[in-house]
Each structure stands twice: as structure tokens, then as C-alpha cells.
């Protein structure tokens, strides 16, 4: 196992490596760390950097879950309205789940970021705000009608799963490969990680069909729905546009500034 692994290297590095390598290697993996952590685009470091500092928190008592998961009666009647933003800082504690979520959230966030959204922060910025508006609202019409019992009360997952959908279907060409045992096209990754995560027992599936689902309407409303009527419903606000976007960011800025 991946555990197992990291084990036998820890012991492997402690029993065989002199000290003065070690210190070597942990100097050059740290500024390994350093270089990919500034190469990061802004708005996916800065989401990843206040999930990591929220779980560390927790690992550290210095909060407990029960003050960051979203419960709507505790907003309503004792305005603890921060529920709402904390809930998507928490995946779970430090774990391999934890570290899966992580990975596909930050890999394909940062793809989205540098690509089809390159110069446009404020834009990509607008579809993580979309995104949780989007699942609060949908989380609450499950709690008010009370359609579902037990409700999601960390949405992070279903944020990242949105991310995912969306890059999928802006590259559906990208040929995918799961462990080299079959091959596909990115649109069909949400489906391969959710058939994945059933086979496998975990508790993630209404996360990821929220994200899924939220996912797609933004894909349609942004990419399709253009196409087919000749106009944008979905606007990123002025206001983002003056705080987020700077006017040497490319190209990329100025088209949308046009439109």
C-alpha cells in the first residue's frame, strides 16, 4: 500500500543516509516544494493553502469540526454565518482520502487556471463563486424539504468534483488512463472516480453527483447556451473584474473586457 510505502522509504532514508545527506535531500525537497508552490496560479494556491491551514488547525485542536461544518439552523438562529465559507475548507483529516481529493482538486484547478481561464482571474475566481453558491443552495432545498435526511455538512468535495467536471469537458479530447488497465476520454473522469469510490465503499457519492451536477450547469450556461441563443447569462461582476484582474494580464483580459 501507498502507507506501507511512504514507511519503508522513512526507514529506508533514517537507517542507510548519512546525516549530512539527509539534511541534503530535505534542502532539496523543500525548495523542490517552494518552486512548485510559487508556480501556482493565485486563486487555486490561495484555496489550497486555506484547506491545508483549516485540516492542520483541526490536527492541532486549535478548532474542532464542529464549528466549521454547515448546519443551516445554527446560521439561522445563532448567526453563525462563517458555516457557510468553512464548510468547503475541510476534506476530512490527513489521510489517503484526503490526499485524493487534494490532488485531483489542485491538478486540475491549476489546469483550468493556466488555460482556458489564463488572464482572466477574475473569471475563474467567479466559477469557484458559482460553484458554492450553487451547492449551498442546493444543500439547502435538500435540508428545507427535508428530501434528504442526512445532509452533506462539508461541501469541499463537491466543489472539487465541480472543478474536475468542468475541466473534462473543456478538454473532451484528452485521452486518460486508469492504472493502465483501460483508457478514456476526460469527459467520462467524474463518472470513473464516483464508479470508483462506490466499488470502493467510500461515502463520497452525493458529494461528487452534487458537484457533478452543479458542475454541468455551469458548463452549459458559460459554454453552451452562448452558442445557442447568442448571448452570456452567466456575467462575472464588475466589482471582481476591478479587484482581481490587472491590465497587463494578457491578452486573454482584454477580449473579455470587449465583450
Not at 130 to 135: C, E, H, N, P, R
Request: with cysteine; hydrophobic share 45%; charged share 15%.
Amino acid at each position: 500500500s501507498t502507507q506501507s510505502t511512504g514507511l519503508i522509504i522513512i526507514i529506508f532514508i533514517q537507517t542507510h543516509i548519512q546525516p549530512q545527506n539527509k539534511k541534503r535531500i530535505s534542502m532539496a525537497f523543500f525548495q523542490y516544494f517552494e518552486q512548485w508552490y510559487s508556480s501556482m496560479p493565485i486563486i487555486t494556491k490561495s484555496y489550497m493553502t486555506a484547506c491545508l491551514l483549516t485540516t492542520l488547525a483541526v490536527h492541532l485542536d486549535l478548532v474542532t469540526v464542529l464549528m466549521l461544518y454547515l448546519n443551516f439552523e445554527l446560521v439561522y438562529n445563532r448567526f453563525e454565518i462563517w458555516r457557510v465559507g468553512t464548510n468547503f475548507l475541510y476534506f476530512g483529516n490527513f489521510g489517503l482520502s484526503y490526499i485524493f481529493h487534494m490532488v485531483f482538486l489542485v491538478r486540475h484547478s491549476t489546469l483550468l487556471e493556466e488555460s482556458s481561464f489564463r488572464g482572466r482571474t477574475s473569471d475563474f475566481f467567479f466559477l469557484y463563486l458559482y460553484g458554492a453558491v450553487s451547492l449551498l443552495f442546493l444543500d439547502w432545498i435538500f435540508w428545507y424539504t427535508q428530501i434528504i435526511t442526512n445532509t452533506p455538512m462539508f461541501l469541499g468535495p463537491s466543489l472539487a468534483m465541480m472543478v474536475v467536471y468542468v475541466w473534462s469537458r473543456r478538454n473532451p479530447h484528452v485521452r486518460m488512463s486508469f492504472l493502465q488497465l483501460f483508457t478514456f476520454n476526460a469527459p467520462y473522469l467524474p463518472w470513473v472516480i464516483l464508479g470508483i469510490e462506490l466499488l470502493l465503499g467510500q461515502s463520497w457519492s452525493m458529494f461528487d453527483l452534487m458537484g457533478i451536477a452543479v458542475g454541468h450547469t455551469y458548463y452549459f450556461l458559460e459554454d453552451v447556451y452562448p452558442v445557442l441563443r447568442g448571448r452570456r447569462i452567466l456575467k462575472t461582476p464588475q466589482i471582481l473584474k476591478t479587484l482581481l484582474d490587472h491590465p497587463t494580464d494578457g491578452p486573454a483580459a482584454a477580449n473579455e473586457a470587449e465583450q
